[in-house]
């Protein structure tokens, strides 16, 4: 029962300390620390593996055979636990003295090797009695304080780094158990009959195992990283060197169909399918792909940055090629809201300086054109019942003061009307809009207005032109064509707009272009459309221009004047 018991302790160790050495290779980074210590783990292996047989042996010969297998564990491991720990605590043994510890190991092996010519590791080796020699004592010692040294250097890392007390328990009493049985074995003090380190080993491997689950030793964690893989968001698409997809997460499926096996020109076609863009710019995302990443509009109205990444060995050779595909819909959206924010900001700020020299204009030329128009006024009063007299001198300056009070009236409509635009910051604002409230300004004639079609903000940027046209026109009619009441339509259409004006005033029969009509044709013009003038003795005056969804150029022209 005894037997059966150690052979289970045996099978405990070796298993402990594979399951160990394999999560080691296979979850943590693959550095030289890691590989030192599952080669600790490994040499655990070699130790414990010779003494399941132990109990069959009958000869001497297959004894100091089996011995021989676990004496390359035994001679080695105080050494690679010395190493790891220097590694662990970012001091890596210089050459030199790692040389001389794996030469002291390998010394002592050749020793036990070559016993039977020197009889200095062991003194007697018979089957059922072994009597140790100096060599040996030296290798023990060895390994003792090799094993005791890397314990301190863990140690002091470990305080340094203020690990946690129970983690460091058990990395301790991990590398302390095998240490404190094989001492009393060695010694005599416990006569159990064979060696306690290996089946203690069954313990410590378990608590090295512990370690790494449980504490995330060497920062490897629980989670393993196929389901850390799967959980992400983003999609991930790997291609191995032949261009053919060996993995790929569920995230995936949301963008395109793949599966293992698939070329990976295949997965870029299929991407591509997916896409809205074409030509030019569709084109240019694509080539985007080897240096900065593609955004991809998809069909469904997403946005999915699309990046590669090449994966080299360390030869520099291509070994793997991963896609990455992210949601950045979001991120856009956040964008264009800012952008709409900074432009709100901006009309804002504009608005509110227009209405700060609208209100300094109102204040000054407003009040001065007032007072002048208000004395000039007085002054024919004062003329009014009173002959000409002295050749019509009088008459002359009767006639100056009433073109200087229609001036005077003219100049503060005409301020008014600057003042109202000024006010309204038609640059941004609805053409329909602007065009109503000139209509509501004008108070010497009836304006009527007629919009026909969808006003949107696509034709915010020709509002300034339509507006100075139509308050030209409104100008134009006053002065000359004596009319009362005008239609003003405002057609759009999908790829510009129309504006009508008709008046009912006297007309003319043959028309010049002088300042103000001249303006309205550069205005057109600039904004790269195009305007006609129409006209007859007592048929009114008519304009008509059209205008494209283009941007509008600001034109050159002189205000005021004839038409």
Known sequence: MAVILLQCTYLAAVGFCF??????MLRAEKNLTTRTLVMCQLLIIVWCMPQLFLVFVSSRGMKYALYGISYVGISFIGPCWLAFSRLYSR???SPRAGLLLFGIAAFDYGMFLTNGLHRLFYRSFQLDQVVYGPVFCFHTAFSYVCV?????????NFRKNRVDKRHVTIIILAAVVPLIFNMLYLSGTVKSGFDLTPPVFALSSFLMLVAVFRYDFLDIHVAASRQIFASMSEGIIVCNQRGKVTCCNQAVCGYVDVKN????????????EKCSREGDDGERAWEDLERDGAVLDLLDGRKVRLKQYHIRGRRGKETAVVLLLTDVGEYYELLRQNRELAISEQRLAIERERNRIAQEVH????HTLTMIQSLTKLARIGFKGKEPENGGIDAEILDYLCQAQELAADGIRQLRWSINHLRMGCDGQLVSQGVRQLADSVKELKVDVEIQGEDSFAYSHLSRVVYQCLREAVTNCL???????MDVIVK???????????????????IDEHNGLSGIRQRIAGAGGQVRFRSAAGEGFQIFFELPLGKEQEPQYKEGGKR
Do not use: P
């Open 19 to 24: 399951a160990t050495a394999e999560w080691l």
């Open 91 to 93: 001091k890596r043994l």
């Open 148 to 156: 005791i040294w890397g314990m301190a250097i863990v140690l002091q």
């Open 261 to 272: 096996g698939d070329e990976y020109e295949t997965v870029l076609r299929r991407l591509q």
């Open 363 to 366: 204040d000054t030329t407003g």
């Open 479 to 485: 002065k000359y064509a004596q009319a009362a009441h």
């Open 492 to 510: 759009f259409g999908e790829n510009g707009l129309g504006v009508y004006i008709f008046d009912d005033g006297q007309g003319c029969g043959s």
